[in-house]
């Protein structure tokens, strides 16, 4: 009988990130056969450790802070990090979510929605982490005209303070904000935060201050008042390939030169961002009519048609405020929709075309590929860690 791999799995269980993450690690694990998992329930912020005595032959782990780094590096055990801090070393591998492409996916639906003024609200300040969450959403921002204002996140001696003197400093911050004001904030635990913090500061969800938590957690996001928009992201995919990822370190390889880095899945829509900050009613109201009716088959002459506007004087008109043509707008919330699908549903791919308004299922692909950088079978897999059937979607 071969000799089972022995491997600690030191990533939080209180997170819709951490769940999905074991899903993907557990996934490779039956496929290979011979894996062993050790893994305990923890929270978030726990100081995790290896098992103390503990001889296995690999390490997947959310690293976040150096200790933790130095100990598994001590080891002398391959490892893969998963976390967003970038912690590393000759035996250390990185896999995990882009946080750039992430903040520009939020700096780009923020700008769509018409908003002019924007801030970000980051994690409590931890040493050794850049946060580049922040960085690319304010990039994103400056590159359109635009600059971002950022509340700062308490100090690692502050944080002993009490919630009621975080909350009051937060309450103060969105107060002084200009309104009304898109908010990332870098977690939908601090979402969360900051939709109460609102409630206290007499600030209105989503007409006033617009929140957007920058990585998925349904509790998170469901608890939140109101129910938070989330950025949600390829847990299981991040799980699987890390897994792959070290698998192929403890057969002798070595970890990659570069992390594997993959892109944000969506923005996951709910009431904290179900608002448009645009004056322009004329736009206003062609924005809801395509977020309505694009997936069903809508084109910019019936937009015209509906709302009995000239066709280059809406065009104008959403160049200037929006930075993208109707069309383009089709175009993007009908691959939002197939996104979804794709994710969510098991339909085929020439389904998901049709029902999203492209028809073809070769024009879809060609869009899809296009705009997303991998055909909507690949963009499938890869959210699903390999779940999915081969040969149900044809030929691409």
Known sequence: MPKSRLVALLIDTSTSWGIRLIKGINQYAHESGDWLIHVEPRGR??????????????????????????????????????????????????????????????????????????????????????????????????????????????????????????????????????????????????????????????????????????????????????????????????GYAAAEMLAKMMAGGKPPAQPLLFPPSRIDVRHSTDTLAIDDQLVRDALKLIRQQAPAGIYVSDVVRKLSVARRTLEQRFVKLIGRTPAAEIRRVRLEEAKRLLIETDRSIADVARTTGFGQQDLFSRTFRRSVGMPPSEFRRQHHGGLWLQGRDGQE
């Open 45 to 238: 912020y726990e100081r995790l450790h290896l098992p103390a005595g503990w001889k296995g032959d690999g390490v997947i782990a959310r690293i976040n802070r150096k200790s933790l780094a130095d100990e598994i590096t001590a080891s002398g055990l391959p490892a893969v990090n998963v976390s967003w801090y970038p912690f590393a070393g000759p035996k250390i591998a990185r896999c995990t979510v882009d946080e750039r492409q992430t903040g520009k996916m939020a700096a780009d639906y923020f700008l769509s929605n018409g908003f002019t003024e924007f801030a970000y609200c980051g994690t409590n300040d931890r040493p050794g982490y850049v946060d580049m969450l922040a960085e690319a959403f304010e990039q994103g921002i400056v590159a359109a005209g635009h600059r971002a204002h950022r509340y700062q996140a308490p100090t690692v001696q502050q944080q002993d303070d009490g919630w009621d003197v975080q909350l009051a400093s937060l309450v103060k911050w969105l107060k002084g904000l200009p309104k009304p004001v898109a908010l990332l904030c870098w977690s939908a635990a601090r979402g969360r935060q900051v939709t109460e913090a609102c409630h206290y500061a007499g600030l209105k969800v989503p007409d006033e201050v617009s929140v957007l938590g920058g990585e998925f957690d349904e509790l998170m996001a469901s608890i939140s008042h109101p129910p938070q928009s989330t950025i949600d992201q390829p847990s299981e995919q991040v």
